[in-house]
């Protein structure tokens, strides 16, 4: 423990009210954040002469300063100490990394509903559906919708510019409301009968229309009581395909699974009786936390957190029971005023769900865990046949793309003893060269990301190269020049493609001496080379079509000043496409109306030159 923090003039004037309390190291950052019942007691644990965990050992070593803040419960020291984990995110807590909102199905309040795929503030008016687990979810429900429910899912723009039904309603997945196809009353039962589909109330809405469809067949309306048939063959099909609980109401069955410092909460969804779907969290973790903190951390930060407009359930299933649970429970009430129970003992329906949770978190821990040790046996083994005499904690690696020298466009991506770090990935749009000069490209990526560097920035250890001599030596020499002054210099390595391109007859080139030499295609170490290889370039790749379509998809006219989206659509309905605009002369031009002489002139010019 340092000097500097003298921690029995601290406890002395420390109160026993409830309250929360931040730790601070040498640079003023707080470092953890913590709750009390009895703030004087609880601090005064961090400083006993025998500390059990090493994790808490090395956390009191850095106190350089500590703050209290007194609440008048310790539910109010729960929300609170949520509030501040959210603010600090510090180093010694478990975090939770879920600040995307979840997605949710819409079906609108205008006079022709639309359903709609919905991330975000629920401001538009309507009723909404969900959470779900993620959005490939939502859209699979909104296509089997579709195919069930002729209601309208197209945008208002395109909804109200119709003046004859589009391909969804020759296909049969629309009614075009629009042009008026349906009646109004129609319609609107199609909407019902599939916000009750969403409710989870299939047999309700089969029942309905099973009566609908003996109704029309008594009236001989055979063609209508043949789309309520299928209507019923459609709807009977899912409710077959989909699980569906017998318990009403909402319900969070949350399996968790904690081994070898990574832990997984698996979630599974229900509401309205209606399983919509799973997703699994994985919390990072401080070492040598245990089980009950972890546990209090991750419910705390999952269910306050009110920034993600996530619905809350009437009940919580949990595989194990923490310290705290009413106390969380109280803080929901308090903070967002639902009423949740959380329970930890169940049985039937709810004892099958939660075993499934649990199966799903531990198969995810273990998939985890046999990853991890497979990037770290890979980068050992890397060390070994590079010669390394420290370890490698970061490696980049660089690829250009482009189509005949369109669009070109850089890729580094990044990876570490765990693998891909994709929030550290970055790409380069590459302007100014000659189209096609992959040296250029590649000296201007390399450049740009090493431009400002410092010898406390990211350096990786390895920088990997994708191509011949020419662009390694390309990138050495930007190292060498941007390095000067930094003691730490990354080890730059080309991958040479193969004879015939083939993958398993790379050549790697080193940067500094230019020498040649291969491995083993099984080897472990050459694979995690193809990986980050193959990495860059999808990513690249990925950037560069992307690129190449906003461009095609460009008109030549939007970079004309003062040709707005009115004068494009009139010189592009008048002469029917921008070819020939571009071979309209002057006179021509003028012609259209909106656009004077002088423009006419600027127009023909820019699109000339």
Do not use: W
Not at 438 to 460: C, E, H, L, N, W
């Amino acid at each position: 423990m340092p000097n500097c923090f003298n921690h029995k003039a601290f406890l002395k004037s420390v109160s026993s009210s409830p309250g929360v309390y931040r730790m601070y190291d040498k640079h003023e950052t707080v470092i953890y954040v913590g709750k009390a019942k009895d703030l004087k007691k609880r601090l005064s644990s961090y400083f006993r002469k025998n500390l059990d965990h090493v994790k808490t050992q090395a956390l009191v070593s850095h106190i350089h300063q500590i703050d209290v803040t007194l609440t008048h419960s310790e539910t109010d020291a729960l929300i609170l100490e949520h509030d501040y984990i959210k603010q600090y995110q510090p180093k010694y807590n478990v975090l939770l990394r879920d600040d995307k909102s979840y997605p949710y199905i819409l079906l609108s309040g205008h006079k022709h509903p639309r359903l709609a795929y919905h991330r975000g503030p629920q401001r538009e008016k309507g009723r909404y559906f969900g959470p779900y687990p993620n959005g490939g979810a939502v859209r699979e429900s909104l296509h089997l919708l579709q195919r069930i429910f002729p209601i309208r899912q197209c945008t208002d723009i395109y909804y109200k510019a119709r003046s004859r039904p589009c391909l969804q309603f020759q296909i049969g997945r629309c009614s075009a409301p629009c042009v008026d196809k349906i009646s109004e009353a129609d319609y609107q039962e199609q909407v019902q009968l599939a916000s009750l589909f969403l409710k989870g109330k299939d047999q309700q809405v089969i029942s309905s229309l099973v009566e609908k469809m003996e109704v029309a067949a008594q009236s001989l309306q055979y063609e209508q009581a043949a789309r309520f048939r299928d209507q019923i063959v459609a709807l009977r099909k899912v409710s077959e395909q989909q699980e569906v609980s017998n318990t009403s109401g909402d319900m969070d069955v949350i399996g968790v699974h904690y081994a070898s410092g990574v832990a997984c909460f698996h979630l599974l969804f229900i509401r309205c009786g209606k399983v919509f779907g799973s997703r699994s969290y994985y919390p990072q973790i401080p070492e040598q936390t245990d089980l009950g903190e972890l546990l209090h951390s991750f419910m705390m930060q999952f269910y306050l957190n009110a920034d993600i407009q996530r619905t809350m359930p009437k009940e919580i299933v949990l595989s194990e029971t923490f310290e705290g649970q009413q106390q969380l429970a109280e803080a929901i009430l308090q903070a967002l005023g639902k009423k949740v129970v959380i329970k930890n003992q169940v049985r039937a329906e709810r004892a099958n769900f939660l075993r499934l949770a649990i199966t799903n978190a531990q198969n995810a821990v273990e998939t985890r865990l046999s990853h991890k040790n497979t990037v770290e046996q890979r980068f050992l083994l890397l060390e070994e046949a590079l010669e390394m005499s420290t370890q490698i904690q970061r490696m980049e690696c660089f690829d250009i793309s482009h189509t005949m020298g369109e669009s070109t466009v850089a890729s580094c991506v990044v990876f570490n003893r765990e693998g891909p770090d994709k929030g550290e990935y970055r790409k380069y749009n590459i302007n100014g060269i000659t189209g096609g000069d992959d040296y250029a490209a590649m000296k201007q990526a390399v450049s740009r990301r090493f431009d400002k560097i410092t010898s406390t920035g990211k350096i990786p250890d390895v920088l990997f190269i994708d191509g011949g001599l020419g662009q390694l030596r390309v990138a050495q020499e930007i190292i060498d020049t941007q390095f000067a002054q930094i003691d730490k210099t990354p080890l730059v390595i080309g991958v040479a493609k193969g004879e015939g391109r083939k993958s398993g007859l790379e050549t790697l080139i080193l940067g500094e001496t230019e020498s040649t030499f291969t491995l083993a295609a099984d080897s472990p170490a050459f694979h995690l080379i193809q990986q980050i290889r193959d990495e860059s370039h999808r990513f690249a790749i990925t950037g560069h079509r992307a690129k190449r379509q906003k461009s095609r998809n460009t008109s030549s006219l939007e970079s004309i000043a003062g040709v707005g989206p009115k004068r494009r659509k009139a010189l592009l309905q008048n002469f029917g496409g921008l070819q020939e605009v571009r071979n309209a002369s002057v006179a021509e031009l003028s012609k259209v109306p909106g656009i004077s002489v002088e423009m006419a002139q600027l127009i023909h010019d820019q699109l000339r030159s």
